[in-house]
């Protein structure tokens, strides 16, 4: 062939290059996520360029603002109607700015700021060579137990990197319920998992237990991930789109433009089922729904307290908001398919978290287990389809995320020599060494419970009645028999606090810091708040419970 038979074929099969229109970002209504990255990317930069000695002090101050920017502007975008009349597709249809997102996202906010209370506390253990140290490893890259890891601690050295990872898990977290199409979901997913992973490995005691908590995490997290991006290709060869809205329209049969490149597999049941089910999978392991749950208790309990305090809150605000999102907004269609399958995981869950509670002997444990109970309660106002349905999952998320935080915030108080001392034993008899630090976990486990008079049982009533409205009552029965298998182990602790004999070599209650008083106080406040007058923020998850699409 000559050169000028190749060089016609160059030109004659090259389409003319299309012109790329500029991206057109509303950078107002993502300001809550875009002031939570800005802060997270000066944080790396503050480990990079301030001295070692004033770190700790210039991180929790950007944090702390960056989290208070954050939801100051999701209360702006809210005030100014973008949870109602003025909600819309943002960033080229890749993120909704909604009523759900907006809620959740300020949850999100709040609860990170009052876990970052936790994270910051310096007053708990004893000081080191005469350095305050907190719940973090001294250098984390060092071998537990190494000449490197001593030498750090003798230093006086802390990871103060956890505050930019928490920041850009938060970052991860208020993107996920708000992403509008399956990529932009695919993502954050990825940017809040990895720091949480990261987070894990980094106990300052029992350090081998922490990263091996990280390593199961990160495992079973990639599984889930995976699982997640499989199916998102499945769709995307479904529908022809990532996007929710045109998923939407291929299931209902409303779709106008098909591609021509994926006509023939457009419309095929197979991908879409497979597909879904294999989103849902990756949404639900996020949840510590069962069964994907087996990496929770391992996980609350190596991970460091207040980082599982933090996962245990925010990870499934996000998770639950993006897994109403997916199957209110993408698969309304499939209402029929995913129902009976969601009744089958929120009954097995409800009854696997409750039951094999009772069975723990770590206070860490046991809140782990009661966490994949909640998760199983929360599912059933996912179950509900109606408005309700959303606004009862919406304020019980809300309600959830602080007693978590507190419950957690209280856990890191009671020491011995090794550190925490959660083993349950070492809790007997701790109402009459330290009262007041027991009542308020009382309140708490009462909360957790499901008590009146608490946000817990606010929370219960909303999802329960929604689910029973929208013809789920079964669930309800095995709902309120989970409950009270649950309250039994939740007042076993109680009794065991109040009416047992302190141990003369029983742990001590550690006095914090005004950042930790503060984490267990706001849990405290919201507790009673939303438990006696639940009825203000009842109304705002309602007017907040409708998504765009």
């Known amino acids: 062939m000559s050169a000028s038979a190749v060089h016609s074929l160059w030109t004659t099969t090259a389409d003319p290059i299309s012109k ?27 480990e990079a360029f301030v001295p070692r000695r004033y770190r700790y002090h210039v991180q929790l101050a950007l944090s702390a603002l960056a989290l208070v920017g954050a939801f100051i502007a999701v209360v702006v975008l809210a005030t100014n109607g973008y949870g109602t009349t003025k ?66 601690v003798k230093a006086g050295f802390t990871t103060t990197e956890v505050f930019p990872l928490l920041l850009f898990a938060v970052a991860g977290m208020l993107v996920f319920p708000s992403a509008n199409d399956l990529l932009t979901l695919f993502i954050a997913l990825e940017v809040f998992s990895l720091p949480l992973y990261l987070l894990c490995a980094l106990a300052r005691r029992k350090r081998l237990m922490s990263q091996e908590a990280a390593v199961k995490y990160f495992l079973l997290g990639a599984f889930a991930s995976a699982f997640t991006l499989f199916g998102i290709a499945l769709l995307y060869g479904y529908a022809g789109s990532v996007s929710y809205g045109t998923i939407a329209q291929v299931v209902d049969g409303t779709v106008q433009n098909v591609n021509p490149a994926l006509a023939d597999t457009m419309g095929n ?44 809150a925010a990870t499934k605000v996000a998770a639950f908001g993006a897994l109403l999102r997916l199957l209110y907004v993408v698969l309304p269609g499939l209402r029929w398919d995913w129902r009976p399958v969601m009744w089958g995981v929120a009954v097995v869950t409800m009854l696997g978290g409750a039951i094999v509670a009772i069975t723990q002997t770590d206070i860490k444990r046991l809140l782990a287990y009661s966490s994949i109970a909640h998760a199983g309660f929360i599912l059933a106002g996912v179950i509900a389809t109606t408005p309700d349905g959303v606004s009862s999952v919406l304020f019980y998320l809300a309600a959830y995320s602080f ?27 701790l109402g009459r060494r330290s009262p007041l630090v027991a009542a308020v976990f009382a309140v708490f486990l009462l909360a957790f419970a499901g008590i009146p008079l608490t946000s817990g049982f606010a929370g219960k009533f909303a999802v329960f009645k929604a689910a029973a409205e929208g013809g789920a009552a079964p669930l309800v029965v095995v709902g309120v028999i989970s409950s009270a298998i649950a309250a039994f182990f939740y007042i076993r602790v109680i009794v065991l606090m109040f009416f047992s004999e302190p141990r003369p070599d029983g742990p001590t209650v550690a006095v914090p810091s005004m950042l930790t008083v503060t984490a267990i106080a706001v849990g405290v406040a919201v507790t009673l708040v939303l438990g006696v007058a639940p009825q203000y923020f009842l109304d705002l998850a309602n007017q907040a419970g409708v998504f765009v699409r």
């Open 269 to 312: 049941d197979a991908l879409l089922l497979i597909g879904s089910a294999m989103i849902v999978m990756g949404l639900l392991f996020k949840v510590g729904a069962v069964p994907f749950h087996m990496w929770t208790p391992d996980v609350y309990q190596g991970a460091p307290t207040p980082v599982t305090g933090f996962m245990a």
């Open 403 to 429: 007693v978590t935080i507190g419950a957690f915030a209280v856990v890191t108080l009671v020491r011995d020599a090794g550190g925490e001392a959660t083993h349950l034993s070492k809790w007997a008899g």
């Open 20 to 46: 790329i229109d500029t991206p057109k970002i509303e950078y107002g209504q993502l300001s809550p996520t875009l002031i939570v990255v800005g802060a997270a990317i000066v944080g790396v930069l503050v």
């Open 87 to 152: 909600a819309r597709i943002a960033a080229m249809g890749a993120i909704a700015v909604d009523g759900p997102a907006l809620f959740l996202q300020g949850t999100i906010a709040l609860a990170a700021l009052v876990g970052l209370f936790t994270f910051a506390e310096r007053r708990l253990d004893p000081e080191a060579h005469g350095a305050r140290v907190d719940s973090f490893a001294a250098q984390a890259a060092s071998v537990p137990g190494s000449d490197s890891e001593q030498a750090a």
